[in-house]
Nanobody, 127 residues
Framework: QVHLVESGGGLVQTGDSLTLSCAAS????????AGWFRQAPGKDREFIAA????????QYSHSAEGRFTISRDNRKNVLYLQMDDLKPEDTAVYYC????????????????????WGQGTQVTVSA
């Protein structure tokens, strides 16, 4: 069983930055594609960003592209989401997820493709 623990969320103001972290228990971490999703109250879970096994390829949602950056450190077994220029509409619970990768280059962007999820971390952006 793979365990994921998110951290780094909090209350910030519009325009601020936050870095979310996701610590993974799987060994080796480099065998898993990974992604970030978020869910606001009353809304469906939304894809934010995904990264491949190696960590040299990424894909972003329209809302995240240009402001958010996904990265990973396979030696530390940690996934990151750097969020810049935060807006009130970014307020949500953020979840990390991983799945055993098909190849070192494959990226997964669909919620149903992921097998393991963290408990989530709250990000609140005030106006």
């Amino acid at each position: 069983q793979v365990h994921l623990v998110e951290s780094g969320g909090g209350l910030v103001q519009t325009g601020d930055s936050l870095t979310l972290s996701c610590a993974a228990s799987e060994r080796p971490f480099s065998s898993y594609a990974a992604g970030w999703f978020r869910q606001a109250p009353g809304k469906d879970r939304e894809f934010i960003a995904a990264i491949n096994w190696i960590g040299d390829r990424a894909q972003y949602s329209h809302s995240a592209e240009g402001r958010f950056t996904i990265s990973r450190d396979n030696r530390k077994n940690v996934l990151y989401l750097q969020m810049d220029d935060l807006k009130p509409e970014d307020t949500a619970v953020y979840y990390c997820a991983v799945v055993r990768s098909r190849s070192p280059t494959h990226i997964e962007v669909s919620e149903g493709d992921y097998d393991y999820w963290g408990q989530g971390t709250q990000v609140t952006v005030s106006a």
